[in-house]
């Protein structure tokens, strides 16, 4: 049945152990529209640093860029709860940081929840904006945005200490009032050991079939990159679609095949 309002964080939240979760990325209204039939959560995230504008990681992306592209979703989807990325820098020093920024992002965009990136001091953070009427979307294991730190784009819970800290971080997020937690860049195991300790739902992205839902960044997935993350399975060549249709647009410009007599104007007298 076709929906006519919006999916709210709560109807995600009851989704625990049932029908699985379908969730992909989207930065602009044209894509939003083509996923909203789909989707049950569109995440407007910071990936939009490396896969729109080539940056090499998501830290250089600021709250400019993620209202912009999260105002552009807004408009493009009609019944997906649609879900922003608070960016680096933007949430981590304080609750009232974090309040400041998510509360200007759900005002400017209209978006129904934010996501952060969920170490040890994100707990209280996360209980702070629940409390005050923002819902929270958490992410666990590999955090993009302390790439740094965790020296690169590298699988997590190679270690049991590891392992754990990422299992304390997903129940620490699901009590403190988080609504879904994202389980990024873990091995199965982990993945299932953390769907079956927290009663939010665990969203998977590299992570097991097992865990309440899905997510992917949609033009990974569609195919418009050449190298993708181990994780990724193509569902499209859109790369070697566009390279096709540019490459025919270029030999009739070329050989003045185009515009076509269809594609003119012709005035009466």
Partial sequence: MK????????QITARKGADPIVCLTAYDAPTAEILDPHCDLILVGDSVGMVVHGLPSTVGVTMEMMILHGQA???????????????????EGTPDQAFASASRVMMETGCQAVKIESGSYAAETIAYLVERGIPVMSHVGLRPQSMHVLGGFRARGRTQVVADEILRNAAAAAEAGSFAVVVEGVSADIADRVTKAVDIPTIGIGASAGCDGQILVTPDMLGLFERVPKFVHKFGRMRDMVDEAVGAYADDVHARRFPREENLYVFKD
């Fill in 3 to 10: 929906r006519t309002r919006r999916l709210t964080a709560p």
């Fill in 73 to 91: 979703v807004m408009r493009g989807s009609r019944s997906a709860l649609v879900v922003v990325d608070l960016p680096f820098g933007s949430y």
